[in-house]
């Protein structure tokens, strides 16, 4: 049977059942694509007699042969893994042929792209300015959204996907659908709570998306927020290539630069594995100067 009409089911199956992102979902059709094209040029079918663990290997070791960033092959072994793991689930396949047999490295997160605090408080002035200029909505929206991703660490898809009705102010708490289609509680912050509590008067909603496109009066999409984060670091003057999941890696920054234990920075993420959190805390020499400040302070 032939990969190709296989993956379109593979890709339907993210878009209904696991309800990704179309960013997310032409990310693994274009990994498929390379995986296909390798598969092409060293003569092997397209078919699932290709999926086996030897050939899997070979392309896995052409990757890195060919000088590809380690997170690159990795994104694509990912990709190439829950493709596998569907035909299991589906019957196409009896099992996965790499499962618990490939190792590739974990997601190698790079702090390059992190900001200075004062440009951080920049960026979140820029729609506040913005707003109090114009008086236009959409800009006070811009000031709940940019502090809805410092504050939360919530990926792009999830801010997205925030309903009104997803928010429990009383208690402090909003639902919100994470990687892998599962529903996490975060806490809201008292900063936060305020201008949601503002958001929400002033344009007078109960139910439905809080964010907004300006015109379209519609759930944001995802070119919008692209645009619209890029267009506040403009005026923010930040030169970097920052980018809104970088918000993510900020929260997660700037927790354990004040102190935060790394059990609850892992719970505030929604890391599965603390390996993941802890790569936040290797090489964070700010912090281990204070520690040991504070332990040899007697001596």
């Not at 410092?150 to 639902?175: A, C, M, P, Q």
């Not at 993420?269 to 993941?276: E, P, R, V």
Request: positive net charge; glycine residues 6%.
């Amino acid at each position: 049977m032939n990969l190709l009409p296989l993956h379109a089911q593979f890709s339907k199956f993210l878009e209904l059942e696991r309800q990704r992102t179309i960013r997310t979902i032409k990310t693994y059709e274009k990994n498929f694509d390379y995986f296909i094209e390798w598969l092409e040029a060293n003569d092997y079918s397209t078919s699932l007699d290709s999926l086996q663990f030897p050939i899997i290997k070979d392309y896995m070791y052409y990757m890195r042969e060919s000088g590809l960033d380690q997170n690159t092959v990795r994104l694509r072994m990912v990709s190439l893994n829950s493709f596998l793991d569907f035909l299991v689930n589906w019957d196409y396949l009896e099992k996965n042929p790499i499962k618990g047999k490939l190792h590739y490295a974990k997601k190698k997160i790079s702090m390059n792209n992190c900001i200075n605090i004062d440009e951080l408080e920049n960026l979140l002035n820029v729609p506040d300015e913005l707003y109090r200029k114009t008086g236009r909505e959409h800009y006070f929206q811009g000031a709940v959204m940019l502090r809805t991703m410092l504050y939360t660490g919530v990926r792009r898809g999830g801010l997205l996907g925030l309903n009104w009705e997803h928010i429990d102010l009383t208690n402090n708490s909003l639902l919100v659908k994470i990687k892998g289609g599962e529903i996490k509680k975060f806490p809201v912050t008292e900063k936060l709570k305020e201008r949601l509590l503002a958001l929400k008067k002033l344009r007078g909603a109960i139910s439905g998306p809080v964010f907004l496109g300006v015109r379209s009066k519609k759930r944001l999409t995802e070119t919008q927020l692209t645009y619209e984060f890029k267009f506040y670091c403009k005026l923010a003057g930040i030169q970097s290539k920052f980018r809104i999941h970088d918000m993510r890696h900020q929260c997660a920054t700037y927790l354990v630069d004040n102190g935060m234990p790394v059990e609850q920075v892992k719970e505030v993420l929604g890391h599965k594995d603390i390996n993941s959190t802890m790569i936040y805390y290797h090489g964070n020499t700010g912090k281990l100067k204070r520690a040991m400040d504070a332990a040899f302070s007697r001596l």
